[in-house]
């Protein structure tokens, strides 16, 4: 009997599956640097032939600009591309993204340094400053060797400058897209700039930093899910070096935005490392995880940016209503629809059914723009025309939706996004810009924002959706945000909306607050909310213009919002109390 035991464990033993742990995986090796222009080729032939470990030779590689994304993944499946030891340096003229990703699922890409031949801002020291006879402030600006140069009357002047302190290399407080309202030659290789604000805080040997020009992504994920991009460093960047559209589930590990080197003929290292966002999620579902990753260096615009897309509500009679499809908000049959305006209306339902249209007459196209309801100037919404794209939405519910009402599908802002461990601020914008539900926000450090370190909530005016619920902020650490102004726009924790109470059920909680400069949480809008056990040091620092003392939490336009356990140590004179309703 013990030895028919011994031999049938034998032969499970033997016929049982090898695991996937377990099996070798063969990895094929490509790239020369001396021939960089055949690496894309290389890897995607490696790929056609069946490779699944593609590892990319160690080496820096000059890529050629060549108009279209160097390694074009279509349709990629259960790949990883190792690129560790690899420095990958794009062109910004003519190129394409690095890596582009579409409709591809399990994919990985690690390891590589991802940088690109030009800087995309300008940037240059103070010489002097003083006060202009017309009463506006005045400040010579020679930008530095090897960066930019404008031409003094170039459409792309900068519009707005940012002030970053020239011993620190952070940002000022107080100082954000300040624009110049005169602009004059002051001698060879230098600006006279006047602005028409009082007291603006640029000092002699700052830096004064504005954008220049873009440059195209270093990972672009569309329509795609599943995929990690691992332990990868990226450099003189534009908007969004990772940039994700109508993707899922997709995982950002260890990933690293860093200060480039200096470019060639200059003396002074760069203090800008993205020219806008650090990463930028639209449409994704479920929404996408950040895990240890650092944003080091001055940022332009927000570090991470998660959100869905607004289309307008052109026309509503019971059941029915008709949108502007001028924006993809992922409208879907049997998928929820979330509705809402500045006026107090917010609703969800499900879909029924879409019927899409164009407008066929001149007739057709004013009767709908008669009724539109008039967005923002700055955020102008076109006239429908013939051909203009609409669709009639038959919902589960009359719910007597007003027209300029905006909607969106709430599943598709980045609903169930983590944001975990991660390392980020010194931006000029939010930390983190977040507009999806069931979201966690673990364990970061937001440090140096210019306006809010966590922003929750949706902004009509940019179209971008939505309003938030379920949403975790957990033992945080926010320290020194806020450095650009006053109001809930700077906190360090900013809860908001556009006139509704839609967001709900958002918790803050445990979280460690520090010498943040305009207040530490401003929730508005919301209800059946928690603030609890958060501990804030020294809250507001600055007195901005126009200022009144107030609380370390404010509450305004809210309903069922429990606060509970916090406490403040160390508090300024800007700080009355702890809240505020």
């Not at 924002?449 to 945080?476: D, F, L, Q, T």
């Amino acid at each position: 009997m013990k030895s028919y035991s011994l031999v049938m464990l034998l032969l499970m033993l033997f016929f049982a599956p090898v695991s996937a742990s377990a099996q070798e995986v063969h990895a094929v090796h490509v790239g020369n640097s001396s021939d960089a222009a055949a690496l894309g080729k290389q890897v995607q032939k490696a790929y056609q032939n069946g490779a699944r470990m593609i590892m990319i030779n160690p080496g820096i590689y000059q890529l050629p600009a060549i108009g279209r994304p160097t390694f074009d993944l279509d349709g990629w499946k259960n790949v990883t591309i190792s690129a560790y030891h690899v420095t990958l340096i794009m062109r910004v003229k003519n190129a394409g993204t690095c890596f582009e990703l579409a409709h591809c699922r399990n994919v990985s890409i690690e390891g590589p340094v991802i940088s690109q031949t030009q800087v995309t801002f300008y940037q240059g020291r103070v010489l002097s400053t003083g006060k202009d006879p017309t009463g506006g402030y005045y400040c010579v600006w020679r930008p530095d060797a090897g960066y930019p140069f404008p031409a003094i009357n170039a459409k792309n002047f900068p519009r707005g400058f940012d002030v970053v302190n020239g011993r620190t290399r952070h940002l000022r407080v107080g100082s954000g897209d300040i624009g110049a309202a005169t602009v004059a030659a002051a001698g060879p290789r230098a600006f006279r700039l006047t602005f028409r604000i009082p007291h603006p805080e640029f000092k002699v040997g700052d830096y004064l930093v504005a954008r220049y020009g873009n440059a195209f992504q270093k990972v672009r994920l569309d329509n795609s899910r599943h995929c990690t991009l691992k332990d990868i460093t990226m450099m003189r960047n534009g908007f969004a070096p990772i940039f994700e559209n109508a993707g899922g589930a997709n995982r950002i590990i260890d990933c690293r935005w860093v200060l480039g080197p200096k470019p060639p003929g200059a003396s002074a290292a760069p203090v800008v490392t993205n020219q806008a966002d650090g990463f930028h999620c639209v449409n994704a579902y479920p929404g996408p995880e950040l895990e240890d990753c650092v944003m080091h260096g001055v940022f332009l615009d927000d570090c991470i940016a998660i959100h869905g897309e607004y289309q307008m509500v052109v026309r509503a009679t019971g059941h029915t209503i008709t949108v502007k499809d001028n924006r993809s908000a992922y409208l879907r049959i049997g998928q929820p629809i979330q509705i809402s305006n500045r006026h107090g209306f917010f609703a969800t339902t499900k879909i029924l059914a879409i019927h899409r249209f164009r407008i066929t007459s001149a007739a057709q196209a004013h009767s709908y723009n008669a009724v539109a309801a008039k967005p923002r100037a700055y955020q102008k919404n076109k006239p429908l025309v013939i051909g203009s794209a609409l669709s009639l939405i038959t919902l589960a519910r009359n719910l007597g939706v007003p027209v300029g009402s905006y909607v969106t599908n709430p599943m598709r802002c980045g609903s169930g996004y983590k944001i975990l461990d991660c390392r980020i601020g010194d931006t000029r914008s939010r930390g983190m810009l977040l507009k999806g539900s069931d979201g966690l926000v673990l364990g970061n450090v937001v440090r140096g924002c210019g306006m809010a370190g966590i922003s929750i909530g949706p902004e009509a005016w940019w179209r971008e959706a939505g309003y938030c619920h379920h949403v975790m902020v957990e033992n945080n650490k926010l320290i020194r945000d806020g450095k650009g102004g006053v109001g809930g726009y700077f906190t360090a924790v900013y809860v908001h909306g556009d006139g509704a109470i839609g967001n709900a059920d958002i918790t803050i909680r445990n979280n460690r607050f520090v010498s943040n400069y305009a207040g530490d949480i401003f929730m508005q809008w919301a209800k059946h909310c928690s603030i609890d056990s958060n501990a804030m040091t020294g809250p507001r620092q600055s007195a901005f213009p126009g200022e009144k003392p107030h609380a370390s939490i404010v509450i305004r336009n809210s309903r069922a919002v429990a606060i509970n356990g916090n406490h403040v140590t160390n508090p300024s004179r800007y700080a009355q109390k702890l809240i505020q309703r």
